[in-house]
C-alpha cells in the first residue's frame, strides 16, 4: 500500500486520526486532516510540527472527496452526507487500525467483546511485559497503533478493538484474536440488527488461517453459534469457560481454581487472582490462554494473574470509610456491564445508577438487584423509568444531582460491611463531561468524606 504522490485525508484528528496522519507522512502520502469538530491545542500543535495539512469544524469537500484513501474515526457513523458521498464514487474507507496494518511486521493479540475487553487487553498487556516481551498496548486503548507502526519497533502488540474499528477493518490479520462476549449495545450503529452487530464483532477472525488462534467463550450462545460457521477456515480455536470442564486446547474455572489445559496444564487458585467476579475470572482464563499459546512461562502467568492493577474506573476500589466501602464502575455505560459489577457484589450494596439511557431494559438486572442491592441512588437528569422498575423492589430510591450529593446519600444509606457502588449502566453527557470525569468527581467526593 505504498502511496507515493496519492492522497490520504483523515477524518476526525482525535488520537488515532492523528496518528494515522503521522504514519501516512512517514510512508510518502500527501496527508489532509479534517474534523468536524475542534481539534485540541495538543493535536494541532503534532500536525503542525510535522507539517501535516489540517482543517476544524467543518469538511472541505472538495479536498475529502480528491482522496485516493479514507481513514475514519471510529466515532463517525456511515450515515454522515460525507461519508455517503465518498462510497457513492468509489473511495475506499478504513480505519486506522487497518491502514496500521498495512506496515506493521509484528504480531498482534487482538480482542474484542461487548464487556471486559479493556480489563483483557491491560491484563494481557502486564502479562507480556513481566515475561520481558517487547509488546506494545494500542488499538482503543492506550497510545494510536499506527503512530507506534510508524515510530517504534515492537515485536507483538495487544490491540482493543471496538466493533466500530472493525467495521472498517478489510485485510487486516490477528495472530491470536479473543472474542469475549456478545451482547446489545450500540444497536443504534446496526440498525436495531442483533446479527450485524455479531457480524462486526466476527471481522475480527476473518482473515486468520491455520497458523492463528481464535480464543472465545464458550458460553456465550451467539458466540458458538457463529463459531461452527468458521471451522471451515482451519483456526486453532481455544474456547474457556465457567460452565463446562475443557481439556487442551481449552480452559476453564471451578468454584476454587482456574485450570489453563495449553501445551501443559495450569492451575491456580481462584481467590489469589487480584480480579474478583465471575465476568472477572473469563477475562483471566481468556487472557491465560494467549500467554500459554506463546510459550509464556506458568510462574509469569501465575505472578502477573496474582498482582494486576484494573484499569481505572472499573470496578475500582476507592476507599473504606468508617467499614463502608466504595468502588468506583463509571465505565460501566449499559445495563450487561452493571449487571456484571452487581454479580460480583459480596456485601450489601447501595446502587448509583443513572445518566444518558441508551435504551436500557432495567429488568435484566431485577434478580441481582433483589439479592444485593439495600438502596438506589439515582445519578441523572431524568430518573423516571429507573424509579418506575424499581419502586416496591427496593425500599429506599432517591435522586442526585451531582457525585458530591450521590457520595453523601451513600455515605447515609450504606453501613459499616457494605459497599457503595456506582456503576451507571449508562452514558454521562447529561451531568459529566465523560464517564472518566463522572468516576474523577465521585473518587474526589469519596475522598472529602
Given at each position: 500500500?505504498?502511496?507515493?504522490?496519492?492522497?490520504?485525508?483523515?477524518?476526525?484528528?482525535?488520537?488515532?486520526?492523528?496518528?494515522?496522519?503521522?504514519?501516512?507522512?512517514?510512508?510518502?502520502?500527501?496527508?489532509?486532516?479534517?474534523?468536524?469538530?475542534?481539534?485540541t491545542a495538543e493535536f494541532q500543535e503534532e500536525l503542525n510540527s510535522r507539517q501535516i495539512s489540517w482543517e476544524e469544524k467543518?469538511?472541505?469537500?472538495?479536498?475529502?472527496?480528491?482522496?485516493?484513501?479514507?481513514?475514519?474515526?471510529?466515532?463517525?457513523?456511515?450515515?454522515?452526507?460525507?461519508?455517503?458521498?465518498?462510497?457513492?464514487?468509489?473511495?475506499?474507507?478504513?480505519?486506522?487500525?487497518?491502514?496500521?496494518?498495512?506496515?506493521?511486521?509484528?504480531?498482534?493479540?487482538?480482542?474484542?467483546?461487548?464487556?471486559?475487553?479493556?480489563?483483557?487487553?491491560?491484563?494481557?498487556?502486564?502479562?507480556?511485559?513481566?515475561?520481558?516481551?517487547?509488546?506494545?498496548?494500542?488499538?482503543?486503548?492506550?497510545?494510536?497503533?499506527?503512530?507506534?507502526?510508524?515510530?517504534?519497533?515492537?515485536?507483538?502488540?495487544?490491540?482493543?478493538?471496538?466493533?466500530?474499528?472493525?467495521?472498517?477493518?478489510?485485510?487486516?490479520?490477528?495472530?491470536?484474536?479473543?472474542?469475549?462476549?456478545?451482547?446489545?449495545?450500540?444497536?443504534?450503529?446496526?440498525?436495531?440488527?442483533?446479527?450485524?452487530?455479531?457480524?462486526?464483532?466476527?471481522?475480527?477472525?476473518?482473515?486468520?488461517?491455520?497458523?492463528?488462534?481464535?480464543?472465545?467463550?464458550?458460553?456465550?450462545?451467539?458466540?458458538?453459534?457463529?463459531?461452527?460457521?468458521?471451522?471451515?477456515?482451519?483456526?486453532?480455536?481455544?474456547?474457556?469457560?465457567?460452565?463446562?470442564?475443557?481439556?487442551?486446547?481449552?480452559?476453564?474455572?471451578?468454584?476454587?481454581?482456574?485450570?489453563?489445559?495449553?501445551?501443559?496444564?495450569?492451575?491456580?487458585?481462584?481467590?489469589?487472582?487480584?480480579?474478583?467476579?465471575?465476568?472477572?475470572?473469563?477475562?483471566?482464563?481468556?487472557?491465560?490462554?494467549?500467554?500459554?499459546?506463546?510459550?509464556?512461562?506458568?510462574?509469569?502467568?501465575?505472578?502477573?494473574?496474582?498482582?494486576?492493577?484494573?484499569?481505572?474506573?472499573?470496578?475500582?476500589?476507592?476507599?473504606?470509610?468508617?467499614?463502608?466501602?466504595?468502588?468506583?464502575?463509571?465505565?460501566?455505560?449499559?445495563?450487561?456491564?452493571?449487571?456484571?459489577?452487581?454479580?460480583?457484589?459480596?456485601?450489601?450494596t447501595v446502587w448509583i445508577v443513572g445518566g444518558v439511557d441508551k435504551g436500557n431494559d432495567y429488568t435484566e438486572l431485577m434478580?441481582?438487584?433483589?439479592?444485593?442491592?439495600?438502596?438506589?441512588?439515582?445519578?441523572?437528569?431524568?430518573?423516571?423509568?429507573?424509579?418506575?422498575?424499581?419502586?416496591?423492589?427496593?425500599?429506599?430510591?432517591?435522586?442526585?444531582?451531582?457525585?458530591?450529593?450521590?457520595?453523601?446519600?451513600?455515605?447515609?444509606?450504606?453501613?459499616?460491611?457494605?459497599?457503595?457502588?456506582?456503576?451507571?449502566?449508562?452514558?454521562?453527557?447529561?451531568?459529566?463531561?465523560?464517564?472518566?470525569?463522572?468516576?474523577?468527581?465521585?473518587?474526589?467526593?469519596?475522598?472529602?468524606?
Open positions: 500500500m505504498k502511496g507515493e504522490g496519492r492522497n490520504l485525508v483523515v477524518l476526525g484528528a482525535g488520537e488515532s486520526g492523528v496518528g494515522a496522519a503521522i504514519l501516512g507522512i512517514k510512508q510518502d502520502w500527501n496527508v489532509f486532516v479534517s474534523d468536524f469538530g475542534a481539534i467543518k469538511h472541505t469537500a472538495e479536498k475529502v472527496l480528491a482522496a485516493d484513501l479514507v481513514i475514519k474515526s471510529p466515532g463517525i457513523p456511515d450515515t454522515v452526507p460525507m461519508i455517503q458521498q465518498l462510497k457513492k464514487q468509489g473511495t475506499k474507507i478504513i480505519s486506522e487500525i487497518e491502514f496500521a496494518g498495512y506496515y506493521n511486521t509484528a504480531k498482534t493479540i487482538c480482542i474484542t467483546g461487548s464487556n471486559g475487553k479493556t480489563t483483557t487487553t491491560m491484563l494481557t498487556y502486564h502479562i507480556l511485559q513481566k515475561a520481558e516481551v517487547n509488546v506494545g498496548l494500542a488499538g482503543n486503548i492506550g497510545k494510536s497503533f499506527a503512530k507506534q507502526v510508524a515510530e517504534e519497533n515492537f515485536d507483538w502488540y495487544v490491540l482493543e478493538l471496538s466493533s466500530f474499528q472493525l467495521d472498517d477493518m478489510h485485510e487486516f490479520r490477528a495472530d491470536i484474536a479473543m472474542i469475549l462476549n456478545i451482547s446489545p449495545d450500540h444497536l443504534d450503529r446496526y440498525d436495531y440488527n442483533m446479527q450485524n452487530y455479531v457480524d462486526s464483532k466476527f471481522r475480527i477472525a476473518q482473515n486468520q488461517t491455520a497458523n492463528d488462534w481464535l480464543i472465545y467463550n464458550l458460553d456465550d450462545e451467539l458466540i458458538v453459534k457463529e463459531i461452527n460457521t468458521l471451522k471451515k477456515q482451519g483456526i486453532q480455536l481455544a474456547p474457556f469457560s465457567i460452565q463446562h470442564m475443557l481439556e487442551e486446547p481449552g480452559a476453564y474455572a471451578t468454584k476454587e481454581q482456574v485450570i489453563i489445559n495449553i501445551k501443559e496444564p495450569f492451575i491456580m487458585s481462584i481467590h489469589d487472582l487480584a480480579l474478583k467476579g465471575k465476568h472477572n475470572t473469563q477475562n483471566t482464563l481468556a487472557s491465560g490462554l494467549a500467554a500459554r499459546i506463546l510459550d509464556i512461562r506458568k510462574d509469569t502467568v501465575r505472578d502477573s494473574f496474582a498482582d494486576f492493577v484494573n484499569v481505572e474506573h472499573r470496578l475500582e476500589f476507592v476507599a473504606k470509610v468508617h467499614g463502608i466501602e466504595f468502588i468506583n464502575d463509571s465505565k460501566a455505560t449499559n445495563i450487561n456491564s452493571t449487571w456484571f459489577a452487581l454479580e460480583s457484589m459480596e456485601h450489601p434478580d441481582l438487584v433483589k439479592e444485593k442491592v439495600k438502596a438506589i441512588i439515582c445519578l441523572g437528569t431524568d430518573n423516571r423509568k429507573i424509579i418506575d422498575t424499581f419502586t416496591g423492589v427496593v425500599e429506599n430510591i432517591v435522586e442526585a444531582s451531582s457525585a458530591m450529593e450521590a457520595v453523601a446519600y451513600g455515605y447515609r444509606l450504606a453501613q459499616k460491611d457494605e459497599t457503595v457502588l456506582l456503576s451507571p449502566s449508562c452514558a454521562s453527557f447529561d451531568l459529566f463531561e465523560n464517564y472518566e470525569d463522572r468516576g474523577n468527581q465521585f473518587k474526589e467526593a469519596v475522598r472529602s468524606l
